[in-house]
């Protein structure tokens, strides 16, 4: 059993990597993967104690893309070293944009009139490295102007709400042409999100392939089981990788826990060496 989709305090998660590690041994994996989003921080600090530990480390990363329909579209990148490729430098880029937008949306929630600050949003992320919406949610609940972070969502996050902010997003096709030049795979996550109908969501998957993707995430952590069989069969149908992960986030997803998800999660382990496969010069 592995687990290949995973965030700690890098980003938007509520676990240290070395925790995120040992939570993973703690639920019988043999692997793991730490994808934060935009960031590979974490993989030194998680890297060391999966060596001490005995549990196989994947490097990785999630980067949020341009969407390719009424949801968003995230890719998983795995392989990537923190200081190798062109992978790192645009991540650097996205990290500075990410910190212009939050000052924006700190803004944006005062001209609202909401009770919140940046100060207090740093302060509820642990420090502005890998600081994110949830951040900004979770300060908005703990101020009492949401009941809860999808509320806070649902009122002023999301897009096409009143507090949204936009950023910097590159196009799939991009990601995974970065992925390619670092030595690296990409993985398109919890793919339902793109919010795409069924038919077009094949459409969007064989363009994907066509532009380098190596798999999609079918065995996701809040999938059924129906919807992991249908994603399972479109990885089939495109010639991809079916890989799978509990997108662990600690207490801001409380529901999702490293290795097992909402308790039936199981990602098989031969997943990895199927994604070994596809790497540059694999």
């Known amino acids: 059993m592995i687990d290949l989709h995973t965030h700690s305090t890098v980003s938007d998660g509520s676990d240290p990597p070395a925790r995120v590690v040992e939570l993973a041994v703690e639920a019988g994996c043999s692997a793991l993967a ?26 990785g990363c999630e980067v949020s893309c341009r969407s390719i329909g009424p949801g968003g579209m995230h890719v998983l990148v795995y392989f990537v070293e923190d200081d190798a490729g062109p992978l790192s430098a645009e991540l650097a880029r996205l990290r500075e944009d990410r910190r212009r937008r939050n000052l924006a949306l700190a803004d944006r929630l005062a001209e609202l009139g909401l009770p919140v600050t940046y100060d207090r949003v740093v302060a509820v992320a642990g420090g502005e490295e890998g600081l994110g919406r949830p ?20 009122r002023y996050l999301a897009n096409g709400r009143p507090g ?3 950023k910097s997003r590159l ?30 969501l094949a459409r969007a998957v064989g363009e994907l392939a066509e532009a380098g993707f190596a798999g999609i995430e079918a065995t996701y952590g809040r999938y059924s089981p129906r919807q992991r069989t249908e994603l399972s069969n479109l990885a089939r149908r495109f010639d991809l990788v079916a890989t799978g992960g509990s997108d662990h986030h600690g207490d801001l997803k409380p529901d999702l826990r490293v290795g097992t998800g909402r308790g039936d999660l199981k990602v098989p382990n031969r997943v990895l060496a199927q994604l070994e496969a596809r790497r540059p010069g694999g």
């Open 171 to 200: 196009t799939g096709a991009e990601v995974a042409a970065l992925a390619t030049s670092s030595g690296g795979v990409a993985v398109l996550a919890h793919p339902f999100s793109t919010g795409l109908e069924r038919a077009d």
């Open 34 to 59: 730490l994808t934060d989003h935009d960031s590979l921080a974490g993989t030194g600090p998680a890297r060391r104690r999966a060596a001490e530990l005995g549990i196989t480390f994947v490097p």
């Open 135 to 154: 951040h900004f949610a979770t300060a908005l609940v703990e101020a009492g102007a949401a009941e809860s972070v999808d509320d806070a969502f649902d």
């Open 164 to 166: 949204f902010v936009p």
